[in-house]
């Protein structure tokens, strides 16, 4: 039979994300000082405890997989507005990573961490978790109302709803993007328009089909700005893509006012 | 003959487990990996797949839309298509599965259970 496990593969990615956590933990917090929390830096943390949840699972690593779960449940409520995003939450996610941290250490020499101190942390988080601040959103939605394709909707992950909704809340203009690229090169094309794009807003998906002809594909990116459409269209023109300005997603309306992150 | 299959995950621990437990499934398999959504879409075009294994959380395009682009393309929509996910909404399960997707599986997923499914859509040889 096969080990299907290779604990330095682990060790490496689990380093490897630890360290990208305190990056982006770091820059969530400089975002909560200015006043602005970036969407994507908050789904990228969330991202993060998502796949250390995952790996540490799938090896056995039961206290890792439980601490980590419950970063991960914290961190979506956090991304989906069902809590706040403060300094509160960035100081015990700081302090969860520094603990996983001496976790996956002590598991590279064969050693554990003291129990106590993952059930202290645990605790912490189950606390905030259940925190009467925590709201409950209403998750449904109608898209009676919106002029975005559904072939388009029916493929967003319920974050990206919850963007589209976000940014529908904040009074930000939607757009979808069409564009078409080779398929030898179209990530540096799109990358190079996704950076243009979330410079003016936020880009809430990118969906691929099938291009005009075999050799193409073509990229339909939905996405939100504060600008108007003039603004857009005169920053676009001269570039080979279609854009148009859609209705987004009705806004859900909270059982109390959210304080989650702003587009 | 042998099947050629696509892996398409952005954890490298995922990936390298998800291919070990394929690997035994059967001598012979052709298997090939993306690390993201991207890569897979540059992939297709010049390989013909029998099975596609995809996550959804991931960078770039999602696992949902890389699902959508496979089975709404004349040229990829017969390849049968295994999501494989940390356990996640309900919402995106039912997505995955109504976009065509012929498998749903909750990680962390036990390699028995894996090969099985792969069983099922693999030419036998």
């Not at chain 1, 949840?53 to 069902?82: C, N, Q, Y």
């Not at chain 1, 990116?221 to 676009?236: P, R, S």
């Not at chain 2, 029998?50 to 395009?61: A, F, K, S, W």
């Amino acid at each position: 039979m096969t080990e299907f496990k290779d604990i330095n593969e682990f060790l490496a990615e689990a380093e490897e994300i630890i360290s990208e956590l305190s990056n982006t933990l770091s820059k969530l917090s400089e975002g909560i000082n200015a006043g602005r929390v970036d969407p994507d830096t908050l789904n990228s943390i969330f991202r993060s405890a998502h796949t250390l949840k995952g790996i540490s699972g799938m090896f056995g690593f039961a206290e890792m997989a439980t601490l980590t779960h419950k970063m991960e449940d914290i961190l979506d409520s956090v991304r989906m507005g069902r809590l706040p995003t403060n300094h509160d939450i960035v100081n015990i996610m700081f302090e969860a990573v520094d603990l996983i941290n001496e976790m996956i250490v002590a598991k590279g020499k064969g050693e554990e961490v003291g129990h106590d101190k993952v059930d202290a942390i645990i605790a912490r988080l189950n606390r905030i978790g259940e925190s009467p601040s925590s709201l409950s959103v209403v998750s449904t939605y109608s898209d009676e109302d919106t002029d975005i394709d559904k072939g388009i909707l029916g493929v967003l992950t319920e974050y990206e709803e919850h963007r589209l909704q976000q940014n529908m809340k904040a009074g930000n203009t939607i757009f979808l993007a069409g564009v078409e690229f080779s398929i030898a090169a179209f990530d540096e094309g799109l990358v190079e328009l996704t950076d243009f794009l979330k410079s003016v807003g936020e880009v809430i998906a990118t969906l691929p089909s099938t291009g005009d002809s075999k050799d193409t594909l073509h990229f339909d990116i939905l996405f939100g700005t504060q600008k108007d459409a003039a603004y857009i269209e005169e920053m676009l023109k001269g570039r080979n893509l279609t854009v148009r300005r859609v209705r987004g997603l009705s806004v859900p309306v909270p059982q109390a006012e959210s304080a989650g992150p702003e587009a | 003959m042998s099947s050629k299959i696509l892996v398409v995950e952005d954890s490298p621990t995922t990936r390298a487990m998800i291919i070990s437990a394929i690997e035994e499934v059967a001598g012979g398999l052709e298997i090939f990996e993306s690390k993201n959504g991207f890569e897979a879409l540059k992939l297709l075009p010049h390989h013909s797949f029998d099975l596609i294994i995809t996550d959804i959380n991931m960078p770039d395009i999602n696992g949902l839309e890389l699902v959508s682009f496979v089975k709404r393309n004349q040229a990829y929509r017969h390849i049968p298509l295994i999501i494989i996910t940390t356990e996640g909404s309900e919402r995106d399960r039912e997505k995955g599965l109504s976009l065509g997707a012929n498998e749903y599986l909750v990680k962390p997923f036990n390699p028995e259970m894996l090969q099985n499914v792969v069983k099922k859509y693999i030419k036998k040889g």
